[in-house]
C-alpha cells in the first residue's frame, strides 16, 4: 500500500502560481512513476503530468507544456506539481497517484493504482 496525500491548493488569480506537494508513505516511493491528474466539475479526471520513478522520464499534457512542472524529491517521498501562468480554465481538484506502469504508460488514468485524497485549486479570472 501507498498512501498519497496531497496539499498546497488553494484560490489564486489568473497568471498566479501554485506549487502543489504529494507526500507518500508506506510502500518504497522511489519504485513508482507518479502522476498528477486533474478533475474539474462535471468532467471527467484527466491526464496532467508523469514523472518516473528516477525521474529520468517526464510527460506533459501538450497544453500544460511551459507552464507546469512536475518533480520528485525521493529522499523525501515528495511529488510537486509547480503551476505558472495559471488560467480559469485550470480551475479543477488535483490529485497525485502513483503507478507501477512503465514510463510510456504513464498518462492512462487506469494504471495507476493509488490516489490521494485531492486538492481543490481555484482560478479566479
Avoid at 512536475?70 to 505558472?84: C, E
Amino acid at each position: 500500500q501507498v498512501q498519497l496525500v496531497e496539499s498546497g491548493g488553494g484560490l489564486v488569480q489568473a497568471g498566479g502560481s501554485l506549487r502543489l506537494s504529494c507526500a507518500a508513505s508506506g510502500r518504497t516511493f522511489s519504485g513508482y512513476g507518479m502522476g498528477w491528474f486533474r478533475q474539474a466539475p462535471g468532467k471527467e479526471r484527466e491526464f496532467v503530468a508523469a514523472i518516473s520513478s528516477n525521474g529520468g522520464r517526464i510527460y506533459y499534457v501538450d497544453s500544460m507544456k511551459g507552464r507546469f512542472t512536475i518533480s520528485r524529491d525521493n529522499a523525501k517521498n515528495t511529488v510537486y506539481l509547480q503551476m505558472n501562468s495559471l488560467k480559469p480554465e485550470d480551475t479543477a481538484v488535483y490529485y497525485c497517484a502513483a503507478t507501477s506502469a512503465p514510463p510510456d504508460m504513464m498518462y492512462a488514468l487506469r494504471r495507476y493504482a493509488y490516489w490521494g485524497q485531492g486538492t481543490q485549486v481555484t482560478v479566479s479570472s
